[in-house]
């Protein structure tokens, strides 16, 4: 079995603000990838970054970057400087067992105020 | 090249009739995935396909709904008859396969039983 926690819920931020997104995983298995998917208004999911699990180099995109550590379970999202458009809904997802077929936590809306 | 094309994009129905979603993923990728949002349940995934053949229904919420992949480029999702408790957005997901995970999503159908 897999399953994500997204503890946050929603997010409320002024512009130019830095903010990490939390995501806690599940999984029996040592073989697995994690993903970051965004959601903005418009409504269709957009992927933003996958990991796999012999891999915890933390990885940076610009604004974005990702810290996943095996010993806590997380993989966690943070945006530098926020701007407007980062306001979306942010979903992690684990992937594993076999199948590979992600789980989703149930997302974290993230509000940028101008 | 196209994304993954849903149809319709919004649908109004009344209670106990048919609704028919419509989905036609990236060319050449294996697999097809059906997801359902709601607020309750987050993300769901209610089945997938791999080259054109159902893999795993279990997410299926019961027998009013069914799916079908007749081809490659082609796939439906069938709620019949609808209830309230149907209403949700529905979204398709297509990915190259392998261990990649990387769903490429849909825009989603936002249904509405009345």
């Known amino acids: 079995a897999q399953k994500v926690t997204q503890a946050q819920t929603e997010i409320s931020v002024v512009e130019k603000e830095d903010v990490t997104l939390d995501c806690v995983y599940e999984t029996r298995d040592t073989t697995y990838y994690l993903f970051w998917y965004k959601q903005p208004p418009s409504g269709e999911l957009v992927f933003l970054i996958r990991?796999?699990?012999?891999?915890?180099q933390n990885e940076i995109s610009g604004r974005y970057s990702w810290n996943f550590q095996k010993s806590t379970s997380s993989f966690n999202f943070t945006i530098t400087a926020s701007q407007v458009v980062d306001s979306a809904v942010y979903f992690c997802?684990?992937?594993?067992?076999?199948?590979?077929?992600?789980?989703f936590g149930r997302g974290t809306s993230l509000i940028v105020h101008p | 090249d196209a994304g993954v094309i849903q149809s319709p994009r919004h649908e109004v129905t009344e209670m106990g009739q048919e609704v028919t979603l419509r989905c036609k993923p990236i060319?050449?990728?294996?697999?097809l995935f059906w997801y359902r949002q709601t607020m309750m349940r987050g993300l769901e995934l209610l089945i997938y396909?791999?080259?054109?053949?159902?893999?795993?229904d279990s997410g299926m919420p019961e027998d009013r709904f069914s799916a079908k992949m007749p081809n490659a480029s082609f796939s439906t999702l069938k709620i019949q008859p609808s209830e309230p408790r149907d209403s949700a957005v529905y979204f398709c997901a297509s990915s190259p396969g392998g261990r990649t995970g990387e769903l490429f999503f849909g825009e989603g159908s936002r249904l509405t039983v009345l």
């Open positions: 990991r796999n699990s012999f891999d915890e």
């Open positions: 396909f791999n080259n054109n053949v159902p893999i795993d």
């Open positions: 060319s050449g990728h294996d697999y």
């Open positions: 997802a684990v992937a594993s067992g076999g199948s590979y077929i992600p789980t």
